[in-house]
Protein backbone atom coordinates (compact mmCIF):
# COMPACT_ATOMS: atom_id res chain seq x y z
CA UNK A 1 0.00 0.00 0.00
CA UNK A 2 0.98 3.35 -0.91
CA UNK A 3 1.70 5.65 1.54
CA UNK A 4 2.87 9.58 2.01
CA UNK A 5 4.32 11.88 5.02
CA UNK A 6 4.72 14.98 5.17
CA UNK A 7 6.73 16.87 7.53
CA UNK A 8 9.07 19.58 8.46
CA UNK A 9 5.97 22.35 8.87
CA UNK A 10 5.75 24.40 11.84
CA UNK A 11 5.77 27.81 13.19
CA UNK A 12 7.97 30.86 12.05
CA UNK A 13 8.26 34.46 11.81
CA UNK A 14 7.76 36.28 8.59
CA UNK A 15 10.91 35.84 6.30
CA UNK A 16 12.07 32.97 7.97
CA UNK A 17 12.45 29.19 6.19
CA UNK A 18 11.18 26.32 6.34
CA UNK A 19 11.63 22.72 4.21
CA UNK A 20 9.06 20.34 3.92
CA UNK A 21 9.37 16.57 3.13
CA UNK A 22 6.98 14.60 1.17
CA UNK A 23 8.71 10.60 1.56
CA UNK A 24 6.54 7.72 0.25
CA UNK A 25 6.57 4.00 0.68
CA UNK A 26 4.84 1.74 -1.28
CA UNK A 27 5.38 2.90 -4.56
CA UNK A 28 8.69 5.29 -6.19
CA UNK A 29 7.99 8.74 -7.05
CA UNK A 30 10.70 9.48 -9.24
CA UNK A 31 8.40 8.07 -12.65
CA UNK A 32 5.64 10.07 -11.05
CA UNK A 33 4.65 13.39 -10.84
CA UNK A 34 4.34 15.00 -7.21
CA UNK A 35 2.47 17.93 -6.31
CA UNK A 36 2.47 19.96 -2.95
CA UNK A 37 -0.88 21.70 -2.59
CA UNK A 38 -1.76 24.19 0.47
CA UNK A 39 -5.04 24.84 2.17
CA UNK A 40 -5.68 27.95 4.26
CA UNK A 41 -8.52 27.84 7.09
CA UNK A 42 -11.78 28.77 5.01
CA UNK A 43 -10.23 28.40 1.50
CA UNK A 44 -9.89 26.14 -1.40
CA UNK A 45 -6.84 24.13 -1.45
CA UNK A 46 -5.15 25.03 -3.84
CA UNK A 47 -1.58 23.35 -6.21
CA UNK A 48 1.92 25.55 -5.12
CA UNK A 49 4.44 23.53 -6.88
CA UNK A 50 4.98 20.44 -9.09
CA UNK A 51 7.83 18.60 -10.60
CA UNK A 52 7.20 16.28 -13.08
CA UNK A 53 9.19 12.42 -13.73
CA UNK A 54 11.74 14.60 -16.03
CA UNK A 55 12.78 16.63 -12.90
CA UNK A 56 11.11 20.03 -14.60
CA UNK A 57 8.77 21.89 -11.98
CA UNK A 58 6.35 24.72 -12.42
CA UNK A 59 5.28 26.95 -9.60
CA UNK A 60 2.04 28.78 -8.62
CA UNK A 61 2.56 32.55 -9.02
CA UNK A 62 2.56 33.03 -5.17
CA UNK A 63 5.46 30.52 -4.82
CA UNK A 64 7.56 31.77 -7.90
CA UNK A 65 11.05 32.93 -6.86
CA UNK A 66 10.55 31.83 -2.92
CA UNK A 67 9.79 28.40 -3.16
CA UNK A 68 11.60 25.55 -4.68
CA UNK A 69 10.46 21.63 -5.38
CA UNK A 70 12.65 19.14 -5.75
CA UNK A 71 13.28 15.51 -5.06
CA UNK A 72 15.63 13.11 -3.94
CA UNK A 73 15.14 9.95 -5.46
CA UNK A 74 17.36 7.78 -3.34
CA UNK A 75 15.75 8.97 -0.26
CA UNK A 76 12.13 8.76 -2.41
CA UNK A 77 11.29 12.05 -1.08
CA UNK A 78 10.16 15.36 -2.56
CA UNK A 79 10.81 18.26 -0.56
CA UNK A 80 9.43 22.12 -0.83
CA UNK A 81 12.16 24.64 0.30
CA UNK A 82 10.32 27.48 1.52
CA UNK A 83 12.00 30.95 1.95
CA UNK A 84 10.96 34.55 2.66
CA UNK A 85 7.71 33.23 4.03
CA UNK A 86 4.78 35.48 4.54
CA UNK A 87 1.64 35.83 6.85
CA UNK A 88 -0.65 34.34 3.85
CA UNK A 89 1.57 31.42 3.27
CA UNK A 90 -0.03 29.88 6.19
CA UNK A 91 -1.85 26.93 5.68
CA UNK A 92 -1.95 22.78 6.12
CA UNK A 93 0.29 21.46 3.26
CA UNK A 94 -0.70 18.16 1.16
CA UNK A 95 1.83 16.38 -1.28
CA UNK A 96 -0.30 14.62 -3.71
CA UNK A 97 0.83 11.64 -6.24
CA UNK A 98 -1.74 10.45 -8.49
CA UNK A 99 -4.87 10.34 -6.32
CA UNK A 100 -3.33 9.68 -3.68
CA UNK A 101 -2.63 12.32 -0.26
CA UNK A 102 -0.41 12.48 2.40
CA UNK A 103 -1.80 13.53 5.98
CA UNK A 104 -0.24 16.97 5.85
CA UNK A 105 1.79 19.36 7.76
CA UNK A 106 1.14 22.77 9.34
CA UNK A 107 2.80 25.73 8.50
CA UNK A 108 2.31 29.04 10.46
CA UNK A 109 3.95 32.35 9.64
CA UNK A 110 3.63 34.78 12.31
CA UNK A 111 3.52 38.53 11.49
Known amino acids: QVQLVESGGGLVQTGGSLRLSCAAS????????VGWYRQAPGKQRELVAT???????NYADSAKGRFTISRDNGKNTVYLQMNGLKPEDTAVYFC?????WGQGTQVTVSS
Open 51 to 57: IFSGGAT
Open 96 to 100: KLGQL
Open 26 to 33: GSRLSPYV
